[in-house]
C-alpha cells in the first residue's frame, strides 16, 4: 500500500532544468515532473546522480538537493537549502 510522507503538496510540471553535481562538473539535462516547496520529481537519462547536488530551473534560479530515492531514469529530491 502506497504511504504519502510529503510534508507539502506537489505539482505536476513539465520544466526543463539541468542538475551540476559539483564546482566545475558540466550541467545536465533533465526533466522536471513535479515539484513542492520541499523538493522535486525528476527523469534524468543517465545513470549517475550524486547523493548532494544543484538543480538549476530554466529560469536560472538554483536550488541544492539531497537524492530522496531512485526508480530507473526516476528520483526524487528534496532541497536542502
Given at each position: 500500500?502506497?504511504?504519502?510522507?510529503?510534508?507539502?503538496?506537489?505539482?505536476?510540471?513539465?520544466?526543463?532544468?539541468?542538475?551540476?553535481?559539483?564546482?566545475?562538473?558540466?550541467?545536465?539535462?533533465?526533466?522536471?515532473?513535479?515539484?513542492?516547496?520541499?523538493?522535486?520529481?525528476?527523469v534524468?537519462?543517465y545513470?549517475?546522480?550524486?547523493?548532494?547536488?544543484?538543480?538549476?530551473?530554466?529560469?536560472?534560479?538554483?536550488?541544492?538537493?539531497?537524492?530522496?530515492?531512485r526508480?530507473?531514469?526516476?528520483?526524487?529530491?528534496?532541497?536542502?537549502?
Amino acid at each position: 500500500m502506497f504511504v504519502n510522507r510529503r510534508k507539502t503538496e506537489r505539482r505536476s510540471c513539465r520544466r526543463i532544468a539541468k542538475i551540476q553535481s559539483g564546482a566545475g562538473s558540466l550541467p545536465r539535462d533533465c526533466t522536471i515532473t513535479d515539484i513542492s516547496k520541499g523538493g522535486v520529481k525528476v527523469v534524468a537519462e543517465y545513470l549517475e546522480i550524486p547523493a548532494l547536488f544543484t538543480i538549476i530551473f530554466s529560469t536560472g534560479d538554483s536550488r541544492q538537493c539531497r537524492l530522496a530515492w531512485r526508480i530507473g531514469c526516476e528520483f526524487g529530491a528534496e532541497f536542502v537549502d
